[in-house]
């Protein structure tokens, strides 16, 4: 549990940092140059506040009231005395020596302000502006200096100061509320984040937990699926893995414990007839000994063909040897192998090849292919042979093959036939094997480009069907 915990805190701090992260700082980045811009802007607006005032105060100056000094002192008084913005802004007279002469303030009169731009006004007989400390008093101000002539010759400046408190102030609010905003944001962003990354985890963290408990064996376990996107998808496959290697599980036990019954059967009736004839003289008691030997070491034999051909297939040495093949000879081959045999047994054994030579070959393996069609007809004396008779047709249908073996047995229960070819699946039949041939028949014959066909015949009993296709000339 607890290192489920820190593997769930893992994954939330990897969400934050590389997903949350990123979009915070950004968010940061924008509030940050959001306050720049409004400081700029804040700053600008009142830049050219003062500089249009200033603009406008010196042409007026420069035009009307230059003409001497006393008209011009006293148009400086009464202009200063009247300036209707002196409660934000203080406007001064300063002349060509740096002292102020008339002000909003009068009791700054004589005094000397000592800031950069009344220099470079005088200098340059042009508008200068400054942003900065105050020489004398060390408060934060902005002004600017418009030059004032007289017959062409720079004698003074008007000059507009204001405290930028009250400026700095509104931008500090400006700022803060957008560093708020920013922060809300941040904070849902994080919050929704969180609701996300949990409903991701809590999901993971279960699928997690169960895929260490099949690990450690605990096949067929099912996860409560309670989603519909992507997560209930991934549940899903879980959950359908979990069945299907149960399944796996039950059935290679089962066929442990079934191969383990086969093996023993024969051999203790191979055993049991071999101590017997040792000690037996009479002739048909020895000829039906050595039959019943005979018989089970058949069956011994070709139980493991089966798990050699299944052991191949495993492990990728199973291996074809093609060859252009009569599939109707093998196949009459295999019914003569077989017809005896059968007879012995009671079940009577037919064959219909609709009047037909096919001479066209297929491309095939054609000891893989007797080993099917063997097996095949096996299975159908083995399972189906209740009914006594198994009729097998072959016939040709457009560019395949088909070959149908049919028994007139039980048949095999509906739900069952889409697991039968299935490896080591016996379903409910009794019937003696190891429940790997019809993979093995399926795979052979998948190998050719052909197809096994299970199904229950009309009238009772088992129709299998072997498809195969034949050769032209485009293969």
Not at 91 to 119: C, D, K, V, W
Request: hydrophobic share 40%; proline share 3%; aromatic share 8%.
């Amino acid at each position: 549990m607890k290192t489920r915990l820190l593997e769930i805190r893992g994954l939330r701090k990897r969400w934050i940092i590389n997903s949350v992260g990123p979009m915070i700082v950004v968010l940061m980045l924008l509030a940050i140059l959001g306050a720049l811009g409004i400081t700029s802007f804040y700053y600008s607006s009142a830049l050219s506040t003062l500089e249009a005032k200033a603009t406008a105060g010196a042409d007026y100056f420069n035009t009307y009231g230059m003409s001497n000094y006393n008209e011009y002192y006293r148009s400086a008084t009464l202009y200063a005395a009247t300036f209707d913005s002196a409660d934000s802004i203080e406007l001064q007279f300063i002349n060509r020596y740096g002292r102020i002469e008339a002000s909003t303030r009068g009791l700054m009169s004589g005094t000397e302000p000592r800031t950069t731009e009344i220099a470079q006004a005088m200098l340059s007989g042009k508008m200068s502006s400054f942003n900065g400390e105050a020489p004398q008093t060390g408060e934060k101000i902005l002004a600017v200096s418009c030059p004032l002539t007289f017959n062409g010759t720079v004698v003074g400046v008007m000059r507009y100061v204001t405290a930028t408190r009250n400026l700095d102030r509104q931008i500090l609010l400006t700022a803060l509320s957008i560093l708020g905003v920013m922060l809300v944001m941040c904070g849902l962003l994080a919050i929704s984040s969180l609701i996300f990354i949990n409903n991701v985890v809590a999901p993971v963290a279960e699928v997690t937990e169960a895929a260490k408990r099949i690990a450690g064996g605990s096949y067929g376990i099912q996860i409560p699926n309670h989603y519909s996107d992507e997560m209930g998808e991934l549940v899903d496959n879980v959950n359908h893995m979990s069945l299907k290697i149960s399944q796996s599980e039950k059935m290679q036990t089962e066929f442990i414990s079934s191969v383990s019954h086969e093996l023993r059967t024969p051999l203790t009736a191979i055993n049991g007839w071999g101590e017997t004839l040792e000690e037996e003289q009479d002739p048909e008691q020895l000829r039906r000994g050595m039959g019943i030997i005979t018989k089970e070491a058949r069956r011994l034999t070709n139980m493991v063909e089966e798990l050699l051909e299944f052991s191949k297939m495993q492990d990728g040495r199973f291996t074809l040897r093609v060859e252009d093949m009569d599939l109707q000879a093998e196949l009459e081959d295999a019914i003569y192998t077989y017809r005896q045999l059968f007879r012995q047994d009671g079940i009577d054994l037919t064959y219909d090849d609709g009047g037909e030579m096919y001479e066209n070959p297929i491309i095939g393996d054609p000891e893989r292919i007797k080993q099917v069609l063997c097996n095949l007809l096996d299975n159908a004396a083995k399972h189906g042979g209740s009914g006594k008779r198994i009729h097998v047709t072959m016939r040709r249908k457009e560019d395949d093959y088909v070959v149908q073996i049919r028994d007139f047995g039980p048949g095999i229960p509906e739900a069952e036939l889409p697991f039968v070819k299935q490896k080591f699946y016996k379903g409910s039949s009794k019937a003696r094997g190891s429940g790997i041939g019809l993979a093995v028949c399926d795979e052979i014959l998948s190998r050719h480009g052909g197809a096994l066909q299970i199904d229950n015949a009309e009238g009772g009993g088992t129709v299998v069907s072997v498809i195969l296709p034949v050769k032209t000339e485009e293969n």
